[in-house]
């Protein structure tokens, strides 16, 4: 019992995978988390959106933004997460909003539930 123990907590130790596992028919493609730039929800999945090119999991956006957010990602809105050195400009709208554009030239909306966290991230500071 002793070895099983010190086993698992090896396991706890080992760093996170870099990579999430796409299916494409009866392929399986591995996307690196370094080339998404952000994610948003579509019902019982989320679409990851890399470069020019969106892939479709089966996941929820929650489980999704737990595995990313070591690696910078932040939520922005109810359904996106966004990587945040990809965000090159934010706007901002009403009501606490921001429109969001990323260095692709992608823009987004941010919620006004997730302004607070935003600013926090991005370091701005109050009278920004």
Do not use: C, W
């Not at 370094?34 to 989320?46: G, K, M, P, S």
């Amino acid at each position: 019992a002793r070895g099983l123990a010190r086993a698992m907590d090896d396991m706890r130790q080992l760093p996170a995978p870099r990579r999430i596992p796409v299916r494409l028919g009866p392929r399986i493609l591995f996307v690196d988390i370094a080339d998404i730039d952000y994610v948003q929800a579509e019902t019982n999945y989320v679409r990851l959106h890399t470069r020019g090119k969106s892939y479709l999991i089966r996941e929820t956006l929650n489980a999704v933004e737990e595995r990313l957010r070591p690696y910078g990602f932040l939520r922005i809105h109810r359904s996106t997460l966004v990587q945040s050195e990809r965000i090159a400009e934010l706007e901002p709208l009403f009501h606490g909003e921001y429109a969001v554009k990323l260095k692709d030239g992608t823009k987004l909306r941010s919620g006004r539930s997730y302004r607070d966290q935003l600013r926090a991230a991005l370091h701005l500071e109050d009278r920004d």
